[in-house]
């Protein structure tokens, strides 16, 4: 399983050069892969449906991440949509993009595409799948921004990836949640810890994570806007990413994590009252749509609400209706939109109002688009029947509101016929149109289509095989053997037959009517302006708006600012960590140390502390200079006091000269005006004054406790041996510490260089330069 | 002392920063060199004071005896005091230069570099 996933990205690399060298052919031999996997897929389906295949890989040190796959019936299912599909695909995109120099690029972004969705669908790892998860959406954004010179189609590609892969980070923590309460990280393994799952205090927390990822994924209200956007890809695109595929992961992953954490109340409300709503919404808003891809788009909404909603329900009836709906779904809906994708190629044009009488110049078209639109209807002999008669079914034996939902379901199914109708006797009857650059597709384009069709009347009359398929796939879900009875033509009238055909009956009935319903889509249509999209919209939008609001706040060129949010920060962090966590008190004995203080050293302190006021108060220059010398001069006595005689001379030379610097430089400045309002100036003491106070306390902490110190006796005893020098301090900073101080003269030297380049090179008149003043202007 | 002089060097923090956050830039500088010179005690401060002889080998000893302070610290705050020396000069210029551009000793009224909109 690993190499049928990793020949993808492989040939993905490949398939640019065979599209060069052989530009008609290339989508065909593209398709070559897929048809391979496919043809791989059946011959290994008597095991995946009997015990299941298992490949395990080790990929990472990490406990609990190894790429395994496991090949049982829903794997098996969505695997064979995903290949069987993606051949058809393939084949169909080579005659799309004939003649298009990018056509390379789009065969391997779709290569790439279904080797990641085989790799999602195939993961028997959580790590692995959200991998493989992620790679969906990555690829998806490629193709759907496709026309990447057009705005609409970066905002579309980027609108989809931010909310798949917002979902997709929702999932991870519900993902990782659900390995660390479980204790496994293999799928497989999950179903036997269901009662740890859904008994933990996590289990809702969860469950609305992995409603996140999926719901965005699969385009389920209120995440559905993505899916409509996501049109402006290429048609090959849409019927394969947006209708076949990708969009039914997040339905996938319910499924497939339906037996450890479904059946519990909060998973059916959850799920249902979602697929519920996306079911109606998609549908109301697929009658009212003019564009065929529009509308397909939100069909294929409307079904994946539809399959949403019986993943929630949850009983064997729903999980035989969801297996059996998916697999008739791709069919048809795969179908529908490649017939969309070679009408707009032959015709130019999407817009259901200007197509008609079409079957005379597209009479294969008409059949594939007939077959496809005959499923989705439900009519009798199609795979799209009987799906529909098990959805009833399920619904009549769900057990909780039966009418309530079978009804809302009645709704949804008729939306689908009455689009069914539009994308078939819409377009197809009637007197035919002219177009002026009409020219009728080749078999590349039909090819596809009218297979997708035929496997629906196919599985129709060939129940066996479809209960086998679907019957293996919803053991998957239900997490319990599972037999579908299936039959060609019902033998006998049940509620479902009936219900199935008042939706037929429905559907004709209101696509007749169709126009008299516009003043009510209309107002639905003000409505979806308030929608969730807008809302992403203005999201999108305010998040740069914000960022500089908050950049201007920190990043507003002024030091003081960044002082203020450095020391407020520290003082905050500070703070909490003393609550949360409890810190140090303040010595106790602080009396007891005070008292070894000797007249001529608080003297010195207040000296020194007077000194500090002063600077604090000064209005002259002269003042604050004089004042930060005797702070100064009183540190070096300190230093003297001590037993530090090098710092105290060096600490009075550098202070003897910091004042004439002082002096010199700046005499021509006016004296000091007060700037701040006394509220700025109150703020800065309050702050500033804790700031001390935290220092000074630190302090008190630190020399409560002993200190040990063996560098101090080591540099004693080795500096007059090995540095013959008698005055230790010297002999570290010359010797011990050598290179430490030719940095600190290199330092000197940088300054010194600075200053001269600031004193020496001026601006010249007129704003222009003088030679070289590019340098010193800072 | 070391309690009196974790006073002073809270009060040499707390004026220092406080300086920083004025409006003036030659208080700025105040700011800067006030926290140099508290810096520096905080370092000689913990590790320990001892009003004993400083660490020099007596002539014809080969170590030094016991008590005496510890010549570590000392080597940092003295590279640490020359450092900020040359930091000070180079502000002071730095400044000279400013007010000469600007005529002003406002930093408000330095802010071309940072907002390239404001200039002109």
């Given at each position: 399983m690993l190499n049928a996933v990793l020949a993808g990205f492989v040939l993905a690399?490949?398939?640019?050069?065979?599209?060069?060298?052989?530009?008609?052919?290339?989508?065909?031999?593209?398709?070559?892969?897929?048809?391979?996997?496919?043809?791989?897929?059946?011959?290994?389906?008597?095991?995946?449906?009997g015990p299941g295949v298992v490949e395990r890989w080790p990929w990472s040190p990490l406990p609990g991440v190894t790429l395994s796959f496991h090949l049982d019936?829903?794997?098996?299912?969505m695997a064979l949509i995903i290949s069987g599909v993606g051949a058809l695909i393939l084949i169909y995109a080579g005659a799309y993009m004939q003649g298009q120099a990018q056509a390379g690029r789009l065969y391997a972004l779709l290569l790439a595409f279904m080797a990641s969705m085989l790799g999602l669908v195939l993961a028997d790892n959580l790590i692995a799948l959200f991998i493989f998860w992620e790679l969906t959406s990555i690829t998806s954004f490629l193709l759907i921004g496709w026309h990447y010179q057009e705005e609409r189609s970066r905002a579309a590609a980027l609108q989809a990836l931010i909310v798949t892969g917002g979902g997709g980070l929702a999932l991870l923590a519900g993902l990782v949640l659900i390995g660390l309460v479980?204790?496994?990280?293999?799928?497989?393994?999950?179903?036997?810890?269901?009662?740890?799952?859904?008994?933990?205090?996590?289990?809702?927390?969860?469950?609305?994570?992995?409603?996140?990822?999926?719901?965005?994924?699969?385009?389920?209200?209120?995440?559905?806007?993505?899916?409509?956007?996501?049109?402006?890809?290429?048609?090959?695109?849409?019927?394969?990413?947006?209708?076949?595929?990708?969009?039914?992961?997040?339905?996938?992953?319910?499924?497939?994590?339906?037996?450890?954490?479904?059946?519990?109340?909060?998973?059916?409300?959850?799920?249902?009252?979602?697929?519920?709503?996306?079911?109606?919404?998609?549908?109301?808003?697929?009658?009212?749509?003019?564009?065929?891809?529009?509308?397909?788009?939100?069909?294929?909404?409307?079904?994946?609400?539809?399959?949403?909603?019986?993943?929630?329900?949850?009983?064997k009836l729903a999980a035989e209706a969801a297996a059996l709906y998916l697999l008739a779904h791709a069919l048809f809906k795969g179908a529908l939109f490649m017939v969309a994708g070679a009408i707009d190629h032959a015709s130019g044009t999407r817009d259901l109002r200007r197509l008609r009488g079409l079957a005379g110049a597209l009479p294969t078209g008409a059949l594939a688009a007939g077959l496809a639109g005959l499923s989705m209807a439900g009519i009798p002999l199609l795979a799209g029947f009987a799906a529909k008669e098990f959805i009833y079914?399920?619904?009549?034996?769900?057990?909780?509101?039966?009418?309530?939902?079978?009804?809302?379901?009645l709704a949804g199914n008729v939306a689908f016929v009455v689009v069914a109708q539009q994308m078939t006797l819409r377009i197809f009857s009637g007197a035919s149109l002219r177009f002026e650059h009409f020219h009728a597709p080749g078999v590349g384009l039909w090819a596809g289509p009218l297979v997708l069709g035929a496997l629906g009347l196919a599985l129709g009359l060939l129940p066996e095989v479809t209960a086998t398929l679907a019957g293996a796939a919803a053991r998957a879900i239900y997490g319990a053997p599972v037999t579908i009875h299936l039959f060609v033509l019902p033998d006998s009238v049940t509620p479902m037959l009936l219900l199935s055909a008042l939706t037929i009956v429905a559907g004709i009935l209101l696509y007749r009517r169709r126009t008299k319903l516009e003043p009510w889509l209309n107002w639905l249509d003000q409505g979806a302006r308030l929608g969730p999209e807008n809302a992403f919209r203005r999201l999108v939008g305010g998040l740069p708006r914000f960022a500089e609001r908050v950049t201007d706040m920190q990043q507003n060129g002024r030091l003081r600012s960044y002082v203020m949010w450095v020391v407020g920060a520290w003082l905050l962090l500070l703070a909490l960590t003393w609550l949360l966590r409890g810190g140090p008190g303040v010595p106790s004995d602080l009396l007891a140390r005070l008292a070894d203080l000797r007249f001529h050293e608080l003297v010195l302190v207040v000296v020194i502390l007077a000194g500090l006021a002063s600077v604090m108060q000064a209005n002259t220059l002269l003042t604050l200079i004089v004042s930060l010398g005797v702070v100064?001069?009183?540190?070096?006595?300190?230093?003297?006091?001590?037993?530090?005689?090098?710092?105290?001379?060096?600490?009075?030379?550098i202070e003897t000269l910091g004042v004439i610097l002082f002096v010199l430089v700046l005499y021509r400045l006016p004296g000091m005006v007060r700037l701040s309002p006394r509220r700025t100036v109150l703020r800065d003491s309050v702050v500033t004054g804790l700031a001390g106070a935290v220092v000074t306390l630190m302090i008190l902490v630190i020399t409560d406790v002993p200190l040990v110190s063996p560098l101090k006796t080591w540099f004693a005893d080795a500096s007059e041996p090995l540095g013959h020098g008698h005055n230790v301090v010297n002999v570290i900073l010359v010797d011990f510490r050598g290179f430490d101080t030719m940095g600190e003269i290199t330092v000197l030297g940088i300054a010194a260089i600075g200053i001269f380049a600031l004193l020496k090179l001026r601006p010249g008149r007129g704003g222009e330069s003088k030679a070289g003043d590019g340098e010193g202007r800072t | 002392m070391e309690v009196a002089l974790a006073i002073v060097i809270g009060a040499l923090y707390a004026a220092g920063l406080y300086m920083m956050l004025r409006r003036s830039m030659v208080k700025l500088i105040a700011g800067l060199v006030l926290l140099g010179y508290a810096s520096n005690l905080l370092i000689f401060v913990v590790s320990r004071l001892t009003r004993a002889s400083p660490p020099l080998v007596p002539e014809g000893a080969h170590s030094v005896a016991e008590p005496f302070a510890d010549p570590v610290p000392q080597a940092l705050i003295l590279t640490a005091i020359v450092i900020g020396f040359g930091l000070q000069a180079f502000a002071l210029v730095l400044v000279r230069r400013a007010f000469q551009a600007v005529n002003s000793d406002d930093l408000d009224q330095v802010t071309a570099s940072d907002r390239p909109d404001l200039q002109a």
């Open positions: 690399f490949a398939a640019p050069q065979v599209a060069r060298h052989l530009p008609r052919q290339a989508g065909t031999i593209a398709a070559l892969l897929p048809a391979g996997i496919f043809v791989w897929l059946l011959n290994q389906a008597e095991m995946a449906l019936g829903l794997s098996l299912l479980s204790g496994t990280w293999e799928i497989a393994g999950l179903a036997a810890q269901a009662g740890t799952l859904q008994d933990s205090g996590l289990y809702l927390p969860i469950l609305l994570l992995l409603w996140l990822g999926a719901a965005s994924k699969s385009a389920q209200f209120p995440f559905h806007f993505w899916l409509p956007g996501a049109m402006v890809a290429p048609t090959p695109v849409s019927a394969y990413l947006h209708s076949a595929t990708m969009v039914k992961a997040g339905v996938y992953l319910l499924a497939r994590l339906s037996p450890a954490l479904g059946g519990t109340q909060e998973w059916s409300l959850l799920f249902m009252v979602t697929g519920l709503v996306t079911l109606l919404l998609g549908g109301w808003l697929s009658l009212k749509q003019d564009d065929m891809k529009r509308m397909l788009a939100y069909s294929t909404v409307s079904s994946l609400g539809l399959l949403v909603t019986l993943l929630g329900l949850g009983t079914e399920a619904a009549l034996f769900s057990g909780g509101s039966v009418w309530l939902l079978t009804l809302l379901l100064g001069f009183g540190t070096a006595i300190v230093f003297i006091l001590f037993g530090a005689p090098d710092l105290a001379m060096t600490q009075f030379s | -």
